[in-house]
């Protein structure tokens, strides 16, 4: 199983994410919004499908994608786990700074 926050990491999976979070999508559909190619956008899928972000339905002959919620749960305690109160002090201070 790939890891989430790894598999988010990707600009265009992060685009992809953000677009199926609106509402289901068809590859075709996801695949109109890259200047890459359906095979390429199909593998970003499955990808993301792997690490438990997205999950796909089968209607008739197309495949509609849609986000995980509990995936990207995964992804947010992640970043929890990242942003440690250091860090936030360092944002503190870096505003601080840059008023002055």
Do not use: C
Not at 18 to 32: D, K
Not at 36 to 65: C, D, F, K, M, N
């Amino acid at each position: 199983m790939v890891d989430a926050f790894s598999a988010a990491a990707e600009p265009n999976r992060r685009r992809i994410l953000q677009l199926l979070a609106s509402r289901p999508r068809t590859v075709g559909e996801v695949a109109a919004e890259f200047p890459v190619t359906r095979s390429a956008i199909s593998q970003h899928l499955l990808l993301l499908a792997s690490a438990g972000l997205v999950a796909a339905e089968r209607h008739g002959r197309q495949r509609h994608y849609r986000v995980l919620p509990s995936g990207l749960r995964k992804v947010q305690a992640e970043i929890d786990r990242f942003w440690t109160d250091e860090l936030d002090l360092l944002v503190t201070d870096a505003q601080l700074r840059s008023k002055t």
